[in-house]
Structures are given as structure tokens and as C-alpha cells.
């Protein structure tokens, strides 16, 4: 992983969480935190902007009437060559295709199966087709 600003990047891998680092992943700035409670895998070749969140747990439980939780930690999956862009937050369950950009200022809470697109929040396909280069 390269790293441009490493005092700014946070990262929090909980004891029995797996985060998984590709190669060629490129952390451009600050304030860029991964919380890793369960498990986090970011295939080769991504690129992350400044101020992203990516967390697969929720940090309290939600019950329902027999006292279940509800809102249990799920995976996040990142392809290969994947773009995030700044002030995105990513959450628990997601999986993002290979090739993809995830656009600025991006709330996803949905997975994206469908590669090579310009995604926006929630999921909001902006343009498919693409390609991008770092």
C-alpha cells in the first residue's frame, strides 16, 4: 500500500478481524479511516481518496422484539481497480465490482455488481461504460 500522508490514515483491525490489502492500493490523503471489525478486502490496484470511511460494523445493536440483533457486522468487499472517491463512506454488507468509480461524496449501503459504471449514493448508476487510469 502507498500511502502519501500516513498521520492521517486510521486504521482499526479488531482481534479476530481479517483486513485484506491488494496490491497496488493508493491512499492519496487525509483523514481516511478503516474500522475492521469482522472483515474488510481491498483487491489490488484501488485507489482511495482523502476523508473515506469504510466500516463494516455499526458500533451498537439494534434488537427486535425476542431480543435478536438486527443489525450484525457484515464483509465489505472492494474489486479490483476500484476508485473511491473523496468524502465517501462505504458500510457493512457492501461489495463493489472490479472497475468501478464510487463518486464524491458517496453514501453506499448497497453492493454494485455491475463493473465499469460511475456509481453515486446509494447505488445511483451515473454512467456506465468507463474506464479510468490512475
Do not use: Q, Y
Request: aromatic fraction near 4%; proline fraction near 1%.
Amino acid at each position: 500500500m502507498r500511502i502519501k500522508n500516513p498521520l492521517k490514515i486510521k486504521i482499526s483491525v479488531k482481534e479476530h478481524a481479517s483486513l485484506f490489502l491488494g496490491n497496488n492500493i493508493w491512499v492519496t490523503g487525509g483523514n481516511t479511516t478503516i474500522i475492521c471489525n469482522k472483515n474488510i478486502m481491498i483487491n489490488d490496484d484501488c485507489l482511495l481518496s482523502w476523508d473515506i470511511l469504510l466500516m463494516d460494523t455499526d458500533f451498537h445493536k439494534i434488537l427486535n422484539s425476542d431480543n435478536t440483533i438486527i443489525n450484525k457486522e457484515k464483509p465489505i468487499h472492494i474489486g479490483k481497480h476500484v476508485w473511491i472517491g473523496c468524502r465517501t463512506t462505504i458500510l457493512k454488507g457492501v461489495s463493489i465490482a472490479n472497475n468501478n468509480v464510487i463518486a464524491a461524496n458517496s453514501t453506499i449501503t448497497k453492493s454494485v455488481s455491475t463493473e465499469n459504471c460511475i456509481i453515486g449514493r446509494n447505488t445511483e448508476m451515473l454512467k456506465t461504460g468507463i474506464e479510468w487510469k490512475k
